[in-house]
Structures are given as C-alpha cells and as structure tokens.
C-alpha cells in the first residue's frame, strides 16, 4: 500500500463491475485439473469427484468483524479465507474451490480491493485452492466479504460434532486465547492512537498475538498428521468463538458431558503475557476468546498412543456420559458448569 | 408482516445468533437425499454424484440491488434465490443446493428475517432446491444477502459462453424489459408517495411487469424443454444485465458476431405500454433493461424444427462471422453495432 498511497488512487466507479473484475482476476491461478471452469460465465464447473462434496460459508462484516483502523487490507483478504477452510478442515475433509464476493462502498480505492485480493491469493496458494466465482458490488457503507468454501472427503473419514462418545480424548491443537489478546493489543493501541495520534507504538513484544489475530492459519497440518497415522476423530468442530462454545456444541450434539482440565489447557507465553497486563485470567482468554481457529476433537481412547507425541496437540480433557455434565476441573480442584460466553460476549469487542 | 406489526416485534440482539439461525432454520426442509448434513456443522456435506458441479454466487445489497421502500422482505428472499437458480439453469445444470448469508442493520427485527426466509424457502420448494448452509451477522447500516448455489450437470451437455459458432441461431425465453419497466413503476410511486403520501396507488394495470421485477421465475421449464427435446444450445447465458450485455458476453467470448432483429424481439403488451407512457422505446428497454432473468441461447439449425412450437422461445437473429460485427438489424432495415448499457447504465437506478 505504501508506494500506491503516493500515487493516484483509482475509483471503482471509474473501471465497471466487468473490467474490475477482470483486472482483479487477472492475478488468480487455477491449480486443480478438476476446475474445469472458474471465472467468466454464469457459473464454475468442477469435474466429478469420488468423494463427497464439503461446504461452508463465512460472512465478514467491517465494523462487525474487523476494524480497518487496524486490520491490513491483505491480511483481512488472507483471514477471510482462512476461517473457511478451517470448517472444511474441521469436517476432516480437504478445501478445494472458493468463490469470494465483496460489496464496498466509494471510499475504497481499486488499489485498495488489489491489496485485499492479494491476500486472498496469498491464501489460495499456501492452501491449494482455486477461486472459481464470485460477485462484486458497491454498499452504502463499509465493506463485506462473503465466502464459501468447498472441499472433499471421503465419506467415512467426515467427522460430525455429533458423535463424541463416552470415555473419548478432548484434544485440541495449537495453542488457545492468542488471537484474542491480540485484538486487545490493538484496540488498546487503536484507543492510545485516537487520543495522541503523535505516539508511535511498538508492538514487536506482541508478534505471535499480533499474528493470531490478524492473519491466522488454517489446521490443514493436524488433518494431514490425522491422516498419516491413520486417526479418524470421533468429533471434531474449529475453534472460531472460543473452546468453551465449540465444546459445549459438540457435548449437546453429541448428547455427552465432558470434563476439561483447566491445568491442561494450552496457553502461550505471550497470551500470559498479555493477560496478565491487562488484568484477566488466562484460562478466560483460552475458554471464551475466539478466532483461534484451532481443531477441538475427540479421539478413540487407542489412537492416544498415536498422537502424544504430537506437540501440537493436547489431551486437555476427556467425555463422560451426558448426565455427569460439562465441566471445567480448576487447578485447584473443583468442577464447574462451563457456559458458552464466545459468540455474544466477544462480538461486542470485534 | 401485518399481522406481525401489530404485535411487538423482537429485537434480533434479544435472540443471539445461534438461536436465531436455529429458529430460521426450524422451517427449512430438506429434500434430497443426497445432503448428508445440512445446517448444524462446521459446514455441509454432500454425497457424491456421477455429475459435473456447478457453482454460482450472488451478492444483493440494500440500496444498490433493492430498495426496501416497495420491496416486500418475501419477495426480495424469494428473489435472491432466483438469480442464483436462474444462473445454474444458464449452464444447462439443474440446481440442488444453496447457502445463504445475511448481514442486517438491527433497524431489522426477527420478524422481519422470519418473511425473508419464508421467501427463500418458498423458492426452495418450487425449485426442488435444497437450503444447506449460512451465515448470519449484524451490519452497521443496511442489509447484504449472499446466496451461493451449487448445481449438477452432465458434463457433455453443460453450456458456457464461449462455444457459439457462426449461423447458429439466436434465441430467448419469455420476453424482455418487463423488470426494468416494473421498476420504473415502483420508483415512479416511491416518488408520488414521498411529496403525497395521502395517495394510494392503484398499481393492478401493471400487475405484470411488477411481478416480473419483484418476483421473477427462473427458467427451469426451458431448461426442461431442451432436455425432452434432446437438444443441448451450442452456448447460453441468462439475462440478468440486458440483452445487449448479454449478447456481447456470448460473441465476444465465442469470437463471433451476430445479427439480431428488433422485430423478432419479443415484448409484452404491458412493457410497451409502460414504455409509451414514460415516453421510452420498447426494444430500449428490451436490450438493455436488466433483471429479466430470461436464457439467451444458441442453437444448431438442424435444431430449428424442434423448438419453433414453443411459444416461449423465440428466435431472434443469428450468429456470424466475428468480422462482421455484432449488430441490431432495425425494423427499417439499418444495422447498428450493439453496445452494451446493462449494467452500468442500469445500476444507477437500483
């Protein structure tokens, strides 16, 4: 963005949705022989496939999901792809194909959707993945991205939020509550910024938080760990609005308890770090805050042998009957009701 | 809504998000066997098919797509569907499933979600459509509605853009500019209300083209037609940006150019009348009004024969020779190059 600020921005208005479109997709590169068709007719064709089709959609809504005071144009394209293919992960399937559309008002520059079109590039290429379709339109205000995601599984190997049973391994992958000490990292600085914009902060203390939540990644490793050595979780759901909604989804679903051990739970330095300056446990930032987009799974009690050494996953807990209920085990010993606090509780912050 | 409006409305901030989507979701129905999993996962699951799938997107935004001043929300769910429907049957592809995605100010109660969906699962049912996935969000101003559908079509019979060839004949479904007139009306009585809303509109003269802009059909029973009648178009497009834009699409993409015949335009009644009071050309508004949601095709002569019963196709020109130009042969015998006004021309009064 730094050498186009310098020079003169182009209006949207200025190209037409078609010539928009095609100078934005010119940059897009089709890497799977089964896309027989992306862009430029009324809809992509993907060619049959033995496996069976996965799919999911994410909104991304400014001011509602991110804040561009602070949220690089490239990283919010890159982002918005990511929490896609974190649900296809998370069904134990494989992404293949997204289609992206964006509405954004007259404030945004062509250069401006350029950058936010390169991080979704950015993302296809890491994940192997094709844009094969989309739409774009102006808004009255502010910017929304919509995507949905396809992917491919083989039958037996999807895995539901409803089949956890009794005696399973709670894992998660990764660690927990970074990305959302992130977001306070910057909404603190964002704050500072307002009152003496003449300060210039430094934030290099904050990297991996920083990192976390402003350009996540998708756990396409732990599927392919998974999958090499031939694990099948009984559940699995990603961790988008915090651990303690994501497993009282797959518990309800599932119609089990669970038992968590608060000792167990994944924390890095930097999320203490962080937790600690800004006065909250850190067990609260891991259980309630979201945009981890970690894996939380179940596992068969005999796969256990087959991934403790894996350092990125952890055995944080265990399923119990249904009437034994969900709970979190404190380090101090007590067992307590864990309650979904993710969604409504963070979305004021976002 | 009237009898809701009476009632109190509920804030959809009251509901949360998870149980709003598990209450708009309560009446969706699902109707193929093949969604293994719709809503309730981290996303869908498909089961495999021996067919090609297609993929669309659609994004409509308050203000710039539809204006809620005389959109009614069912109408504007059920149109939504439409768009995405009509451009699946524009690859010669039937239709299966759709996720939906909606970001809504909170001007916008649960009530008035609940009439939205009823719209979107009304087109459900009429298109043998299956509603699979979503995402719901709050906006800071307006609302968005983000609808991708997926398709199925034998690979050999799928249609694109890019296959016409010279002396094929050109053909549409239905009739053309209706929408763009309806529109007319409705922002005609938007502006007599604003200065006198003591005025009720008496709006059954034009009970037509009002239906064709607020409630369009997509047309599955063309797509049917042609499969009875073994015959697969050489290319298609649907209609969503005017004739003339779609033309252009075909010939510049398949390398060829065409003549078409304003008198074989085919022109309702209401839309010339409408015309002639706003004091605008019929073939004006057929070229270039948009939101027809009609198929435009390309035919073999040597399928002449078997569709020149059918009231609702007509042909109208042919495809040349890329030298000789893309034209408008009017009914003085003239030839004019065709420019495409669709979208641009027409997006500055949605």
New interface residues.
Partial sequence: MNSNQKTKLTEISQL???VLISKLTNFNHIKHKST??AI??????????????????????????FNLMYTPLKHLGYKAVIVNLS??Y??N?IPK?I?V???VSNRFSYEALVELYAGIYTACELYNVDL???????????M?I?I????E?E?EN?V???TAKPNDLVCVSGDLGAAYMGLQVLERETDIFKSTPEIQPDLSDYDYILKRQLKPEARKDIIEILKLNKIVPTS???ISDGLSSEILHICN?SQVGCEIYEERLPISDETIKMADEINILPTIAAMNGGEDYELLFTLNLKDYDKIKEFKEITVIGHITELNQGINLITKDGTSAPIIAQG??AM?EHR
Avoid at 51 to 63: A, F, I
Avoid at 132 to 142: A, H, L, P, R, V
Avoid at 148 to 151: F, H, K, P, R
Wanted: aromatic share 8%; net charge negative; glycine share 12%.
């Fill in positions: 037409g949705e078609f027989i068709k430029g007719d009324d809809a992509a064709v993907i060619e049959r496939s033995n496996k069976e089709t996965v799919v999911t959609t994410d909104l991304m809504v400014e001011g509602i999901h649900d296809i998370a069904m399937a194909y289609t559309s964006i509405a094969i379709g989309g739409d774009t339109s102006s808004s009255e205000k502010g929304f919509s949905t995601a396809i992917g599984g039958k999807i539901y939020r409803n699995m759901i990603d679903q969604w409504n979305d």
